[in-house]
């Protein structure tokens, strides 16, 4: 795989151009193919653009990310997908994993753990991240389950 082609969703515009610079500062193997900001365009847009990856907000106006995840996650060969947001409860936790997500990231810790979650999915595609021993020992040796599991239990 040359490169994760990403896909992300949320309202927040200053939120997603933090994201993209966040995730192009990683390394060569991060491709933004596009930007949605309601669920409703999430579907719209991964229909067309077919990404890897979809980087999904919790909540949103029309349609919020746990709709639109379990839509998406109904189609032929589906882009993992990983929901971000500010909510930490393990109730939201539960249903982003009902509905098809392949994991749970809080805003507050995205710079500590999303790079490893994807890392984690993506395994043969360079996305540089940070060097500490903790955080590549949860990227290297947790299967994508496991992962999942973690953030669930933080």
Known sequence: MQGVKILLVDDNRYFLESIEKFLMSTGTGIIIVGKAFSGREAIRVSLELKPDLILMDLTMPEMGGLEATHVIKTAHNPPRIIILTMYESEEYQKAAREAGADGYVSKSD?????????????????????????????????????????????
Do not use: G, W
Not at 128 to 154: C, G, M, V, Y
């Open 110 to 154: 995205l710079y500590q753990m999303l790079m490893p979650c994807m890392n984690n999915f993506f395994p043969d595609v360079s996305m540089n991240h940070s060097t500490d021993p903790i955080k590549s020992a949860i990227n290297t040796h947790l299967r994508s389950d496991d992962l999942f599991n973690k953030i669930l239990k933080e």
